[in-house]
């Protein structure tokens, strides 16, 4: 008997969990616990972390877990990391649901580096407004260069006080085009710093970007372990061995 656990948090797990539902294919969705008000499942849930790959390797054990399906974001990468440990450890296979990455067209000004600290190097030193869209557990070292205008934008309002001053958007997404261009326009933005997330949801203001002429410091992916990595929720509901259902 198929029991799947899914690995989510992103809206491809949300059209995943949807597609294994209509399957009728037993599984449980998994949310980190970082937002406040996570969309509703068609599957039951639980929240939390599950205490590193060991713990992961537990929870398999004990929830008679047969197939593990990653669909965290492609930057969550020690959720992605404990599932390699925790699927080898307990013999489990581990699929992982991942869209591609941007590719930087011939019209796109982008700085691309490998991480936060790079990003934050590539900033030009003298005083600009800078969109920061990326997530709030990776703004700390934006504190060093605080000349800069910073504006942010979460899901949920911030609760602890930031590490420096900014202007805050609260929205959920996905955004649009005409959206991001008139967003970026008003608050006069020079630069943007984003994380290389893929997908459609988040590149509007990439696209956004390339129409305005600015620059983009684009941070890479974290490497990851080798695994099998799928861009469909399609050939993840045939790895379990299961059609397709197309629903509404
Ligand atoms: P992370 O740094 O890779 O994970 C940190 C820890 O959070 C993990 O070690 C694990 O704790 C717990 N965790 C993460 N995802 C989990 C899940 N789906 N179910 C149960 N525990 C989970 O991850 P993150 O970047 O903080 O992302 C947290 C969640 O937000 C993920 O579900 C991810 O898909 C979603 N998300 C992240 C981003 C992003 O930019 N990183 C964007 C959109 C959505 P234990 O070690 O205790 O098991």
């Given amino acids: 008997m198929t029991r799947a656990l899914i690995l989510g948090g992103t809206s491809d797990a949300s059209v995943l969990a949807a597609a294994i539902a ?5 599984a449980v969705y998994s949310y980190g616990g970082r937002t406040r008000a996570p969309a509703d499942q068609p599957l039951p849930t639980r929240i939390g972390g599950f205490g590193g790959a060991s713990g992961l390797a537990d929870y398999i054990r004990r929830e008679g877990i047969t197939h593990v399906i990653d669909a965290t974001h492609p930057f969550a990468a020690e959720m992605s990391r ?17 869209r591609a990455p941007w590719i930087k067209a011939s019209a796109d000004n982008w700085i691309e580096v490998v991480n936060v600290d790079a990003a934050v190097a590539a900033l030009p030193d003298a005083p600009a407004n800078v969109f920061l869209a990326i997530g709030r557990q990776h703004i700390a070292p934006f504190a060093a260069k605080s000349q800069h205008s910073y504006t942010l934008r979460f ?13 805050v958007i609260v929205s959920r997404g996905p955004f649009t085009l005409d959206g991001e261009l008139e967003m970026l326009r008003t608050r006069g933005i ?27 410091i684009m941070i890479s992916r974290p490497e990851l372990p080798v695994r099998l990595r799928v861009e469909s929720v399609g050939e993840v509901v045939q790895w379990l061995g299961h059609r397709i259902c197309l629903g509404a």
């Fill in 22 to 26: 209509r399957a009728s294919i037993d």
């Fill in 155 to 167: 899901v949920d309002p911030p609760e602890a006080p930031l590490p420096f001053a900014a202007d």
């Fill in 82 to 98: 404990n599932a390699v440990e925790a699927c080898t450890e307990t013999g489990t296979p581990l699929i992982a649901l991942e």
């Fill in 190 to 216: 020079a630069w943007i710093v984003a994380r290389n997330s893929g997908g459609d949801g988040a590149r509007a203001k990439i696209d956004a970007a390339r129409l305005l002429g600015l620059p983009v």
